[in-house]
T-cell receptor, first 112, second 119 residues
Framework: QKEVEQNSGPLSVPEGAIASLNCTYS??????FFWYRQYSGKSPELIMF????GDKEDGRFTAQLNKASQYVSLLIRDSQPSDSATYLC????????????FGPGTSLSVIP | GAVVSQHPSWVICKSGTSVKIECRSL??????MFWYRQFPKQSLMLMAT?????????EQGVEKDKFLINHASLTLSTLTVTSAHPEDSSFYIC???????????????FGPGTRLTVT
């Protein structure tokens, strides 16, 4: 089992719809979870982080965390064509130090 | 968000030469910096974790003698690709960690990346 898994997509949604991105992780000791957006040829950009079970909202973005199910998701409301990008889920992994492991990313395409 | 810079943004070098990439956190102190490599259409692969004032911790399969990392200060880490070969051509991205201000967590910010092409 990979440490962080995501559907590779591509996920296509019409403009104005809700895009739902999912991520599962294997390390039950993980405590911090991150969502990044990466445009082609660019480096990742932090969208949100979450560490408590439940929902965390920031503008059009909502992160949801369920540690019992080892599941974290990102909802994008009122999707815009500019949201088209690859979304990377990242999870901290505790070893002798904290390091962040990235999932393979989900490609999102918002159709005008 | 916090600002992390990288220099150079792109570099072309000949096989056998060495290339140094700098990563700076511009508006915060980063006790930990990370170096990633990303090949086209693939996810980020963590190469090493760099802590200020101590030796870097390399991930399995990453040659520490080939990818030299120095974290000289709380705002600067460097990656030197020694004796570069065409297969080292990739997108190298650094990131710096900052404690989150309101939660007992941390945030990790990425530099813009350095595209290395070895001919």
């Amino acid at each position: 089992q990979k440490e962080v898994e995501q559907n590779s997509g591509p996920l296509s949604v019409p403009e104005g719809a809700i895009a739902s991105l999912n991520c599962t992780y294997s390390d039950r000791g993980s405590q911090s979870f991150f969502w990044y957006r990466q445009y082609s040829g660019k480096s990742p950009e932090l969208i949100m982080f979450i560490y408590s079970n439940g929902d965390k909202e920031d503008g059009r973005f909502t992160a949801q965390l369920n540690k019992a199910s080892q599941y974290v998701s990102l909802l994008i409301r009122d999707s815009q064509p500019s949201d088209s990008a690859t979304y990377l889920c990242a999870v901290n992994k505790r070893t002798s130090y904290d390091k962040v492991i990235f999932g393979p990313g989900t490609s999102l395409s918002v159709i005008p | 968000g916090a600002v992390v810079s990288q220099h150079p943004s792109w570099v072309i070098c000949k096989s056998g030469t060495s290339v140094k990439i700098e990563c700076r956190s511009l508006d915060f102190q980063a006790t930990t910096m990370f170096w990633y490599r990303q090949f086209p259409k693939q996810s980020l692969m963590l190469m090493a974790t760099s802590n200020e004032g101590s030796k870097a911790t390399y991930e399995q399969g990453v040659e520490k003698d080939k990818f030299l990392i120095n974290h000289a200060s709380l705002t600067l880490s460097t990656l030197t690709v020694t004796s570069a070969h065409p297969e080292d051509s990739s997108f190298y991205i650094c990131s710096a960690r900052r404690r989150a201000r309101t939660e007992p967590s941390y945030e990790q910010y990425f530099g813009p990346g350095t595209r290395l092409t070895v001919t």
